[in-house]
């Protein structure tokens, strides 16, 4: 073992010998900090964080991780978090993902995809696919063995997260190299975005590049809810933050702080479309085809014959992943009706009845008269999984109430 100085552990006053019992004792514990949709308005994942636990007192990682790599110790540590990570997390009853750190300089002295990890995850009785693994790769020295680990882990069920995007020229290889499913995009770029037009382009840039292979994205670090707002105008998936939440050691209840910002932010966002909208505006004839032709056919018929409809419709034009219809207040008055050929991805389910969508720019681009036809980018249907289009335009019935007409295309 590499000799290790009192004084480099000196702050807080955690010794070498306080670490080593910690590590030695497994007295580890796992907070979780929670990762919610602004969309849906729920937690989607929890990410486990382990701490040491010296008599009462909390060991930062950075020490325990410290003190593993001079002792060449980073594996052993490694696994016991991850350990605990799942052992608590199968106790929990708030989140289906847990998002666990993967230290990947390891694999520098293991062979990759040796198993371990889904093994711990059977010994908990947790499904591969409700877990992600973290990785931040910049510490493997071999990039075939980062390689040849998220392939076996991939192909095993897990989710693939690339942790600490930020900015530079090596991100769009990381990006590319790992092809991951979930991009967790750095607090550094995340802070203070709504005034820094340096930072607006890095977190444009990563969007495009993760709706272009299919990632969710999560803002990680939001602390402000001008940061959250401004990161949602700009396409992100998903958030983690103190704004919301700071980890929690026991069983987690989504709390009644979390649920008020959640409502608040998607209240100021509301308002923000209204007066900035960023609706994206692709006129193209195609599109406008499909849902012109669509709003046609719904404007005479009775509201109990619009499922009806909609499948005939659906059935005659391929393209077409799913549709549905929305009231002029923004809650679902249809089935989302599916082509039958529709591949919905795990953890992943269509919006159902009665679901409301006030906060959805295709919803807002029509009602507030911004662009109607609306037609999105490509982003990731939180349908499906899958990247789809929005098109949105709108009706009236025979009350004069405002029908908004929903339709997904699917990306060939």
């Avoid at 990682?61 to 052993?76: G, I």
């Avoid at 696919?129 to 931040?136: A, G, K, R, Y």
């Avoid at 590319?176 to 607006?200: C, F, G, H």
């Avoid at 959250?228 to 998936?237: F, K, R, S």
């Amino acid at each position: 073992s590499a000799h290790l100085s009192s004084q480099e552990f000196y702050f807080m006053n955690i010794t070498p010998d306080i670490v080593r019992e910690v590590i030695d004792n497994k007295d580890i514990f796992v907070e979780f900090q929670p990762i919610f949709s602004l969309n849906t308005k729920k937690i989607v994942g929890l990410e486990a964080l382990a701490r040491g636990d010296y008599h009462g007192e909390t060991v930062s990682p950075y020490f325990l991780f410290n003190y593993a790599e001079k002792t060449d110790s980073v594996l052993k540590v490694d696994r016991l978090c991850r350990e605990k990570a799942m052992c608590a997390f199968k106790k929990e009853k708030s989140a289906p993902t847990l998002y666990v750190n993967f230290e990947t300089s390891v694999l520098n002295n293991v062979i990759p995809g040796n198993g371990e990890i889904l093994r711990t995850a059977s010994e908990n009785n947790i499904p591969p696919e409700n877990i992600v693994l973290e990785l931040n790769e910049s510490n493997v020295k071999d990039t075939y063995d980062l390689l040849m680990f998220v392939d076996y882990y991939r192909s095993k069920g897990f989710l693939i997260a690339l942790d600490n995007v930020g900015s530079g020229l090596e991100v769009q290889n990381r990006i590319m190299l790992i092809n991951p499913d979930i991009i967790k995009i750095d607090r550094a770029i995340v802070s203070n975005i709504e005034s820094n037009t340096y930072n607006q382009e890095v977190f444009k840039s990563i969007i495009n590049t993760a709706k272009n292979i299919g990632a969710l994205t999560v803002a990680e670090g939001v602390e402000t809810v001008d940061e959250v707002i401004t990161c949602m105008l700009m396409g992100v998936d998903y958030f983690q933050g103190f704004y919301f939440s700071k980890p929690e050691q026991f069983n987690y209840l989504f709390s009644n702080e979390a649920r008020l910002k959640l409502e608040d932010a998607a209240l100021k966002l509301n308002l923000s479309m209204k007066k900035n909208p960023t609706v994206v505006n692709v006129k193209i004839e195609t599109y406008k085809r499909i849902i012109y032709d669509l709003v046609n056919s719904l404007t005479d018929i009775a509201p109990e014959k619009y499922n009806l409809a909609l499948n005939k419709y659906i059935s005659e034009h391929n393209e077409i992943e799913c549709a549905f219809l929305i009231d002029q207040k923004g809650f679902q008055i249809t089935d989302t009706v599916m082509s039958p050929d529709t591949e919905i991805l795990a953890g992943y389910q269509p919006a159902i009845y009665g679901v409301n969508h006030d906060i959805k720019n295709y919803f807002y681009a029509i009602k507030e008269q911004i662009e109607d036809p609306f037609i999105s980018g490509w982003y990731i249907s939180s349908a499906t999984g899958k990247s789809c289009k929005t098109i949105s335009s709108h009706f009236y019935n025979k009350n004069g109430e405002m029908i908004i007409v929903c339709v997904d295309l699917k990306k060939r």
